[in-house]
Nanobody, 123 residues
Framework: VQLQASGGGLVQTGGSLRLSCSAS????????MGWFRQAPGKEREFVATINWNGGSAFYADSVKGRFTISRDRGSSTVYLQMNNLKAEDTAVYYC?????????????????WGQGTLVTVSS
């Protein structure tokens, strides 16, 4: 399975971006999906995850209330709507497909990773 993340860019503090992650195979429609990010000089961290049918999602505390994860199973695409962006949200964002139907905040639960898309928030 190949994952292609897109939608990153430069935005001012308080602005919004929507990231997309397209999967090469529809088989991911039965898998949980997640977004992680890695800021310069820091370790990769969990951002958001959604289960196989979109019925359950959860978020890192740092983005709760500002980010929304969703998915379109028909097109095998997962989205991350990011609002009220802050400078500390600057990072490369990665989407990933879980080995399981449920979502997870653990990187080890994910079998396939996209190449990442850069989000830069300027203050």
């Amino acid at each position: 399975v190949q994952l292609q993340a897109s939608g990153g860019g430069l935005v001012q503090t308080g602005g919004s971006l929507r990231l997309s992650c397209s999967a090469s195979k529809r088989t991911v429609s039965n898998n949980g999906m997640g977004w992680f990010r890695q800021a310069p000089g820091k370790e990769r961290e969990f951002v958001a995850t959604i289960n196989w049918n979109g019925g359950s999602a959860f978020y890192a505390d740092s983005v709760k209330g500002r980010f929304t994860i969703s998915r379109d199973r028909g097109s095998s695409t997962v989205y991350l709507q990011m609002n009220n962006l802050k400078a500390e949200d600057t990072a490369v964002y990665y989407c990933a497909a879980s080995r399981y139907a449920s979502g997870s905040d653990q990187a080890g639960s994910y079998a396939n990773w996209g190449q990442g898309t850069l989000v830069t928030v300027s203050s």
